[in-house]
């Protein structure tokens, strides 16, 4: 079933096979917006001053952030998270977007491609799958973020699990090398650690809302933690101040090393996100 999303923020939902899980995204950006159970419990963050207009990164959900990360010679976080994409053949509980380069984006990053984001609800789970296509004649080189905010009860009764080990570069203090010793990582402050070559399982306990999740990445080397705390929350125009309490961005990417696509070749990867109950150890 083709969706006739006119207009960009059209919203198209997404439905698990048993009727529980709800989904719901929209052509700007192939951005996810929202995933909920049976219990309306939101398990995704969305800004309550998030902008919903052409040219804008949402404030929320899952942003896509291809070709660059962060700061750099294009728009922050890339080309893509800003501009429609198209819908292709979906189904009740699945949908499938598509980007080609244009001339638009050609001006900013010289190369032709086809990027592929396809999203699956199932109960308590979600899944999330690119492909990149070279289209060019020259290589290409990306980097890649499935910039997921996650909806927490309470920032003080969360703890992140499965980066104890890693190698870190701390955003806050320009990218410094740091290791992570804690089996259990909680936000007390201001946060923005790139996770280099992070495992692949990794678990958010969210006491609050009594719940965690598990976050299991394909393809993606790289674990960036953030969350604003209470002065940059003030300064984002697209957040209220208060909502660093209620989210916590866990993302996986391929961030600290660029990859290199040759003509004609594609890059597949994924992030599947399940939820349960849980009383967890914070
Ligand atoms: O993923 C972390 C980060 O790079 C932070 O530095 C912060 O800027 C965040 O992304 C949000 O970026 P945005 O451009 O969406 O405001």
Known sequence: MAHSAASAFDRIVLRSSDGLDGVELCRHGAHVLGWHGADGCDRLFLSRRAEFAEGKPIRGGVPIVFPQFGDGPLPKHGLVRDRAWTVGENTADRAALWLEDSAATRTLWPHAFRLDFTVAVATDTLTLAVQLENRGTDACRFKFALHSYFAVGDIALVSVHGLAGCEFRDELASGAVGHETREAIR????????????????????????????????????????????????????????????????????IAAPVTLAPGERWEAKTVIGVQASAGTR
């Open 187 to 254: 936000v007390t402050a201001e946060v923005d650690r790139v996770y280099v070559n992070a495992p692949d399982r990794l678990r958010i306990v969210d006491g609050g809302h009594g719940r965690e999740f598990a976050i299991r990445k394909g393809n993606l080397p790289d674990v960036v933690l953030w969350n604003p705390w209470i002065d940059k929350s003030r300064r984002l125009p697209d957040f209220m101040p208060e909502e660093y309490r209620r989210m916590i961005c866990l993302e996986t990417g391929a």
